[in-house]
């Protein structure tokens, strides 16, 4: 019930010193309206793309959904924002919005308003219309390799070999590994380390979509 509580919305913000060239950019992550949880979207094969990074309760459960094999699916890590194209001529994007409350899709858009602010609408059946606003609690995510590869973009070679040392000459120091930063989280944040979504575009349920 807690996520039907933050997906609601389609019956019915951050960082300040983010520059305006990223003010339409909707990836991060995003507290929805109640502070219940947070989204993480971000570009996954060409379209948008938003799962559940963090929950204020844990053990959240698809229970509603009427599909009776995906009851007991957490609900951390599930898309709820589904396969969302740029609208031309506009920084909107449309696609559909999973619905926790009945386990059904709907039509949506989402729109960034500023850099830290995200709208989300969504209608049943076009009208019924409702929507709210997500307040941003992370950056803009860069489009992952994995992702780049899967749209068909040039494959990485990797780095390029290291050059032998000339006769004579001292063998490099061996690198050592940077500290790990001791800044904590903010609340409803996740370090690196502690994070257990990672890189939505490989959650089996997005990187196996058909397109």
Same mark, same amino acid.
């Given at each position: ?6 997906? &609601? ?7 300040? %010193? ?9 990836? #991060? ?13 971000a570009? *996954?094969?060409? %379209?948008?793309? &938003?799962?559940?990074s963090?929950? $204020?309760q %844990? ?9 009776? %094999? !995906? ?14 194209? !740029?609208?031309a ?12 409350k ?11 308003t ?5 709208? @989300? $609408?969504? *209608?049943?059946?076009?009208?019924? *219309?409702?929507?709210?606003t997500?307040?941003r ?11 780049a ?8 070679? &990797?780095a390029?070999? !290291? ?22 989280? $903010?609340? #409803?944040? $996740? ?6 979504? #990672? ?6 349920? @997005? ?5």
């Open positions: 019930m807690r996520l039907a509580i933050y997906t &609601g919305i389609i019956l019915a913000g951050g960082y300040a %010193s983010l520059t305006p060239a990223l003010a339409a950019d909707p990836t #991060g992550d995003w507290r929805v309206a109640d502070g219940v949880a947070n989204v993480r979207v570009q *996954c094969n060409g %379209s948008m793309w &938003g799962a559940v963090w929950e $204020k %844990s053990g959240g459960r698809d229970e509603n959904n009427p599909d009776v %094999s !995906k009851k007991n699916r957490p609900t951390l890590g599930m898309a709820i924002l589904i396969d969302m194209k !740029k609208t001529g506009a920084e909107q994007w449309e696609g559909q919005v999973y619905n926790a009945d386990g059904q899709l709907y039509s949506a858009t989402i729109t960034p500023g850099a830290d602010k995200l709208e @989300i $609408k969504g *209608c049943v059946m076009g009208f019924l *219309c409702g929507g709210e997500w307040t609690v992370g950056p803009p995510i860069p489009l992952s390799t994995a992702n590869m899967a749209k068909g973009a040039p494959k990485t070679t &990797g390029a070999p !290291k050059a032998a040392p000339a006769p004579g000459a001292a063998a490099p120091a061996p690198a050592t590994a940077a500290p790990k930063s001791a800044v904590a989280a $903010k609340p #409803g944040q $996740k370090s690196a380390a502690a994070d257990s979504v #990672g890189d939505i575009c490989l959650l089996p349920e @997005i990187a196996g979509f058909a397109h």
